[in-house]
């Protein structure tokens, strides 16, 4: 079972293998259970698989994890390979780094990491299209969000990852003949996508309690000028007309 997510020349190179592959291997794979799931997250330099934590033995020497985030749900996926930094691990009693020709000879199941940091990478450098873009909008309110609350803007942040997550697996699902590993991946879209909703539900509620503070602030500033009326009219006044003597 295949699920396509590129980061890189050396991924792009290794989707064309794995789709002629996929191919060739269409009735051969055997059919992983759909009830069995398994996670890989990220957290603070810590690897959890299965929601038990790694520890440094069971981690290749070479990953370097700092400012790594991730979120993996595997449905009836046997033996899953993801992609961190650019290299290619395997979830196996650990991680382990896997070669794509390992990856092309075993029967593993891929899924390439997200292509997120390549896109906040252009937008450093101010290749967000017009600044009138839907893009430029959501960025302007991102960086809003993230000046009032850095825990409610990663969690859109990874919110729209999730999003774009489901969209390349809903691709991959789409080139997939009909069979048990098209059905797996499915299974494994349709977790994808309860976890996005609750992801999506808290975001709101907090967005919305986010605005209702601001109300609030906007109300009491409102009351405050209504009770300094004649103060603030008078200190304009004053600024008008020191402001015409001088011409």
């Not at 979830?91 to 896109?119: C, K, T």
């Not at 839907?134 to 803007?153: G, I």
């Not at 997939?176 to 797996?184: K, N, T």
Request: charge should be positive; hydrophobic fraction near 35%; proline fraction near 4%.
């Amino acid at each position: 079972m295949i699920a396509l997510r590129c980061l890189g020349p050396t991924c792009r190179r290794l989707v064309a293998g794995l789709l002629l592959g996929l191919l060739l291997w269409g009735g051969l794979l055997p059919v992983a259970s759909a009830q069995q799931t398994r996670t890989l997250n990220i957290r603070g330099g810590t690897v959890y698989v299965d929601g038990q934590p790694l520890s440094e033995d069971r981690l290749p020497d070479s990953l370097n994890l700092q400012g790594v985030q991730a979120d993996y749900r595997f449905v009836g996926i046997q033996r899953p390979v993801v992609e961190l930094k650019g290299r290619l691990f395997v979830v196996q009693d650990g991680l382990r780094p896997i070669s794509e020709e390992e990856v092309r000879e075993q029967r593993a199941s891929v899924v390439l990491g997200s292509d997120a940091v390549q896109a906040r990478a252009a937008a450093s450098r101010g290749g967000m299209g017009p600044a009138n873009s839907p893009e430029a909008s959501h960025r302007q309110y991102l960086n809003a969000v993230q000046r009032s609350s850095r825990e409610l803007y990663e969690r859109l942040q990874r919110e729209r990852q999730m999003e774009q997550d489901a969209q390349r697996l809903a691709r991959t699902v789409r080139l997939l003949p009909e069979g048990g590993e098209r059905q797996a991946q499915i299974d494994t879209l349709r977790a994808m996508l309860k976890d996005i909703f609750a992801v999506k539900q808290e975001n709101r509620r907090r967005e919305i309690e986010r605005l209702q503070r601001q109300i609030r602030g906007l109300q009491e500033n409102l009351q405050r000028r209504a009770q300094m009326r004649e103060r603030m009219i008078d200190r304009h006044l004053r600024q008008l007309i020191d402001s015409t003597r001088g011409r």
